[in-house]
C-alpha cells in the first residue's frame, strides 16, 4: 500500500463512537444487573425443564 492511500478505518471508526455515544431519550434502558438476573433465572429454567423430561 502506497503512502498516498487511505485505507479508511480511522474515519470508520470515528463514526460509530459518534454513532454510539449519541444519547436517545426513546431508548429503552434497562439496567444491566436485571439483564444478568433474567439471563441466570432463564438458564436455571432450561436446566429444571431439560432434567424434567
Do not use: C, H, W
Not at 4 to 11: D, F, R, T, V, Y
Not at 17 to 23: C, G, I, L, W
Not at 26 to 35: C, E, G, M, Q, S
Amino acid at each position: 500500500m502506497s503512502s498516498g492511500q487511505n485505507s479508511g478505518g480511522l474515519m470508520s471508526s470515528a463514526g460509530l463512537v459518534r454513532y454510539f455515544d449519541a444519547e436517545d431519550r426513546n431508548a429503552i434502558r434497562i439496567d444491566p444487573k436485571t439483564v444478568v438476573a433474567f439471563g441466570l433465572l432463564f438458564g436455571i429454567l432450561v436446566l429444571i425443564l431439560g432434567f424434567a423430561f
